[in-house]
T-cell receptor
Framework: EAQVTQNPRYLITVTGKKLTVTCSQN?????MSWYRQDPGLGLRQIYY???????DKGDVPEGYKVSRKEKRNFPLILESPSPNQTSLYFC?????????????FGEGSRLTVL | GIQVEQSPPDLILQEGANSTLRCNFS?????LQWFHQNPWGQLINLFY???GTKQNGRLSATTVATERYSLLYISSSQTTDSGVYFC???????????FGPGTSLSVIP
């Protein structure tokens, strides 16, 4: 089954404790992206990647890191999480490398930073 | 940058009713999608429709790119249709996707 898989789905952590949210897609998509969703602010892009070893900042990259060592994986790293990073996070992928094309989303990861 | 508006912001329907949701965008786009976010937070693809008309069961969508709007039709609504409906657009192949603010739909029995 074609899908985008995120883990963990739910996480409660404390300020400053490094964490990684993994994202994997099995559709051989070139484009991958991370979004966060907050009440009243909608969906905002954090980082995106048009291909392996190519990443770029979205609208709200501060406090996050990403890497794209393999085509299928695009982990989101919070080196020192803070409470303002409490949010619902989505990973997405798309077939085209240059165009976002049709986006497919993972199921979301709900993160709480205390 | 491109602006995306959706209307209405909120909608309450009796089960079985029909509805039309609208997405207006401020500039030409080459990418438009409709999503449904269910009450559990999952984002589900409905249509990839930069132009033309598509149908999938009780749902259909039409995008009139020259007039910068898209419509999502829901017929014979069911309680499982409840949630938030987003449209998302991108102006060109090199632009990021911009999401509209969403239409929150509640279908009551």
């Amino acid at each position: 089954e074609a899908q985008v898989t995120q883990n963990p789905r739910y996480l409660i952590t404390v300020t400053g404790k490094k964490l990684t949210v993994t994202c994997s897609q099995n559709m051989n998509h070139e484009y991958m992206s991370w979004y966060r969703q907050d009440p009243g602010l909608g969906l905002r892009q954090i980082y995106y990647s048009m291909n392996v070893e190519v990443t770029d900042k979205g609208d709200v990259p501060e406090g996050y890191k990403v890497s794209r060592k393999e085509k299928r994986n695009f982990p989101l790293i919070l080196e020192s999480p803070s409470p303002n990073q409490t949010s619902l996070y989505f990973c997405a992928s798309s077939r085209e490398g240059l165009s976002p094309g049709e986006l497919f989303f993972g199921e979301g990861s709900r993160l709480t930073v205390l | 940058g491109i602006q995306v508006e959706q209307s209405p912001p909120d909608l309450i329907l009796q089960e079985g009713a029909n509805s039309t949701l609208r997405c207006n965008f401020s500039d030409s786009v080459n990418n438009l999608q409709w999503f449904h976010q269910n009450p559990w937070g999952q984002l589900i693809n409905l249509f990839y429709i930069p132009s033309g008309t598509k149908q999938n069961g009780r749902l259909s969508a039409t995008t009139v790119a020259t007039e910068r709007y898209s419509l999502l039709y829901i017929s014979s609504s069911q309680t499982t249709d409840s949630g938030v409906y987003f449209c998302a657009v991108a102006k060109t192949s090199y632009d990021k996707v911009i999401f509209g603010p969403g239409t929150s739909l509640s279908v009551i029995p």
